[in-house]
């Protein structure tokens, strides 16, 4: 069935060192993809988004990459702080039928920031 | 702003009880609202989608006559859990969508979440 799937389910860095966090998704129809970042016993945060007409956009600190060929999916953080420990999810907007949509998340990955 | 509240944030309920989640956006308009089940360590499961004025469309397995959903107002949307049991003590977190058209339409806020546990 159609899923967002993550490479790498833990992910530890040092602090300064920059982060690269990967996502797989099957379903080419979906057209715009978020980044959010989760913190223990916490709603979902949005970090950065990007549509499907775009391969990169950037943020503070954070560049999310888009490669549809691959259906590959990335969320770059960079000189990563001991506050971006987290988990980090990627999340696929799809049509629920006429003008909704729905998010399908992938299966998050933990970042560990080691001071 | 775009602040969605949730309320209560932790229940503990006897098996058997019922519990009711509220989900407000506080500061904008959402005719569209939506409640996710996060199980410890694993991914945001969307359960259903709310709109205004109307029946909330339920994702595939999840029980409409267990997880009764009311979108009263533009900005309230509450889930009731009935006869909860353990296997439902979960981490429920709610969104808003901000708009109706375009970009907007894509922009969903969330809750901080309630942790429901289930004795």
């Known amino acids: 069935g159609e899923s967002v799937g993550l490479h790498l389910p833990t992910l530890s860095v040092q602090e300064g060192d920059n982060s690269i966090i990967n996502c797989a998704y099957s379903n080419s129809a979906s057209d715009y993809f978020i980044w959010y970042k989760q913190e223990s016993g916490k709603g979902p945060q949005f970090i950065i988004d990007?549509?499907?007409?775009?391969d990169k956009r950037q943020g503070q600190r954070v560049t999310v990459l888009l490669n549809k060929t691959v259906k590959h999916l990335s969320l770059q953080i960079a000189a990563t702080q001991p506050g971006d420990s987290a988990v980090y999810f990627c999340?696929?907007?799809?049509?629920?039928?006429?003008?909704?949509?729905?998010?399908?998340f992938g299966k998050g990955t933990l970042l560990t920031v080691n001071p | 702003g775009a602040v969605v509240s949730q309320h209560p944030s932790r229940v503990i309920c006897k098996s058997g009880t019922s519990v009711k989640i509220e989900c407000r956006s506080l500061d904008f308009q959402a005719t569209t609202m939506f409640w996710y089940r996060q199980f410890p360590k694993q991914s945001l499961m969307l359960m259903a989608t709310s709109n205004e004025g109307s029946k909330a469309t339920y994702e595939q397995g999840v029980e409409k006559d267990k997880f009764l959903i009311n979108h009263a107002s533009l900005t309230l949307s509450t889930l009731t859990v009935t006869s909860a049991h353990p296997e439902d003590s979960s981490f429920y977190i709610c969104s808003a969508q901000k708009g109706t058209s375009g970009r907007s339409s894509y922009e969903q806020y969330f809750g901080p979440g309630t942790r429901l546990t289930v004795t």
């Open positions: 990007i549509r499907s007409n775009m």
């Open positions: 999340a696929e907007n799809m049509s629920s039928g006429g003008s909704n949509y729905k998010l399908t």
